[in-house]
């Protein structure tokens, strides 16, 4: 059971869209919770329709999951790094981190049990090893931990932002500046609850750094570094400065003809200090071959 105190900017927002927030779990998964009768507030079962007042201190009991009923999945990782600390891994796109409803077993968690016995368990027993996550259309680097104590030490030096991540993005349109900074304040869209929004009186601050690395006609290559790390924040930043990420079916309009088969935006770089040794590691991954296709249509203007 956990008690979570409800944020009192979360005022008259209804019980399921907030701990889906702030949970950061989809909001049907918290809405199984809520109907099974596993959220209350002072011994009472609340419904996900209840509008929150605000300072509350909710009592939730997730349903429970056995760890062994993770199916092991026959997937070929493609492994950057190992050591018996953590391994670095090269998630393609279209593979789901962690199980949830519509993913449990075909995951990058069920094809990491199949090949390791020791992960650890610091964010329960659905997500072995995940420290960070990537959107499932998103390919690139995720880092994946052996024990807790590594683990706690990467997730210590991820919230001091000493982890520089390096993504790479095709966006639709066009900047006059070479390089930049966006700096809004992320939270869950009144219009669309998938999204993320800038609202600057309830939202947590988002700062994203870009350089364009290459031009064409309508479209932009970017390297983008994070500064923080919310929810959709490439994606949702890259709207915000009308240059949405081609591909991006969730984030944008128009952006689809080019390709529609998910948003082109690679995790192609990590460094930091190794929580052990204390030396500086940097791992690379190349962009993938049909997101290497687009560019090379595009450089020879078709």
């Given at each position: 059971?956990?008690?979570?105190?409800?944020?009192s900017e979360a005022k008259n927002?209804?019980?399921?869209?907030?701990?889906?927030?702030?949970?950061?779990?989809?909001?049907?998964?918290?809405?199984?919770?809520?109907?099974?009768?596993?959220?209350?507030?002072?011994?009472?079962?609340?419904?996900?329709?209840?509008?929150?007042?605000?300072?509350?201190?909710?009592?939730?009991?997730?349903?429970?999951?056995?760890?062994?009923?993770?199916?092991?999945?026959?997937?070929?990782?493609?492994?950057?790094?190992?050591?018996?600390?953590?391994?670095?891994?090269?998630?393609?796109?279209?593979?789901?981190?962690?199980?949830?409803?519509?993913?449990?077993?075909?995951?990058?968690?069920?094809?990491?049990?199949?090949?390791?016995?020791?992960?650890?368990?610091?964010?329960?027993?659905?997500?072995?090893?995940?420290?960070?996550?990537?959107?499932?259309?998103?390919?690139?680097?995720?880092?994946?931990?052996?024990n807790n104590d590594?683990?706690?030490?990467?997730?210590?030096?991820?919230?001091?932002?000493?982890?520089?991540?390096?993504?790479?993005?095709?966006?639709?349109?066009?900047?006059?500046?070479?390089?930049?900074?966006?700096?809004?304040?992320?939270?869950?869209?009144?219009?669309?609850?998938?999204?993320?929004?800038?609202?600057?009186?309830?939202?947590?601050?988002?700062?994203?750094?870009?350089?364009?690395?290459?031009?064409?006609?309508?479209?932009?290559?970017?390297?983008?570094?994070?500064?923080?790390?919310?929810?959709?924040?490439?994606?949702?930043?890259?709207?915000?400065?009308?240059?949405?990420?081609?591909?991006?079916?969730?984030?944008?309009?128009?952006?689809?003809?080019?390709?529609?088969?998910?948003?082109?935006?690679?995790?192609?770089?990590?460094?930091?200090?190794?929580?052990?040794?204390?030396?500086?590691?940097?791992?690379?991954?190349?962009?993938?071959?049909?997101?290497?296709?687009?560019?090379?249509?595009?450089?020879?203007?078709?």
């Open positions: 059971m956990n008690i979570i105190k409800i944020p927002k209804r019980l399921d869209i907030v701990l889906a927030e702030l949970l950061k779990l989809p909001r049907a998964q918290v809405q199984q919770v809520i109907k099974a009768g596993n959220v209350t507030l002072l011994g009472n079962a609340l419904k996900a329709s209840y509008k929150v007042n605000g300072d509350e201190e909710i009592r939730y009991t997730p349903l429970e999951v056995i760890t062994s009923d993770l199916t092991p999945y026959d997937f070929k990782l493609d492994i950057i790094y190992e050591d018996e600390y953590f391994v670095i891994v090269n998630k393609p796109a279209g593979l789901v981190v962690h199980p949830s409803y519509g993913h449990k077993d075909d995951t990058l968690v069920n094809a990491l049990i199949a090949r390791y016995k020791d992960l650890s368990d610091v964010n329960g027993p659905f997500r072995p090893g995940i420290v960070h996550r990537l959107d499932k259309e998103t390919s690139g680097l995720l880092i994946v931990c052996k590594v683990h706690n030490k990467l997730a210590a030096l991820l919230k001091k932002h000493e982890i520089t991540r390096t993504y790479y993005a095709l966006v639709q349109g066009h900047l006059h500046e070479d390089a930049g900074v966006i700096k809004t304040y992320l939270t869950r869209s009144k219009e669309n609850y998938q999204k993320m929004a800038n609202t600057p009186a309830t939202g947590k601050l988002a700062i994203t750094h870009f350089a364009v690395k290459e031009r064409f006609h309508k479209y932009m290559l970017l390297k983008v570094n994070l500064e923080t790390g919310r929810t959709h924040q490439i994606r949702a930043h890259m709207e915000y400065i009308n240059t949405p990420i081609v591909g991006d079916k969730l984030y944008g309009k128009d952006n689809l003809k080019l390709y529609n088969k998910g948003q082109l935006l690679h995790a192609g770089e990590l460094s930091f200090k190794h929580p052990i040794t204390r030396k500086e590691v940097r791992f690379k991954a190349p962009l993938p071959p049909y997101f290497n296709d687009i560019l090379n249509r595009l450089r020879q203007g078709l």
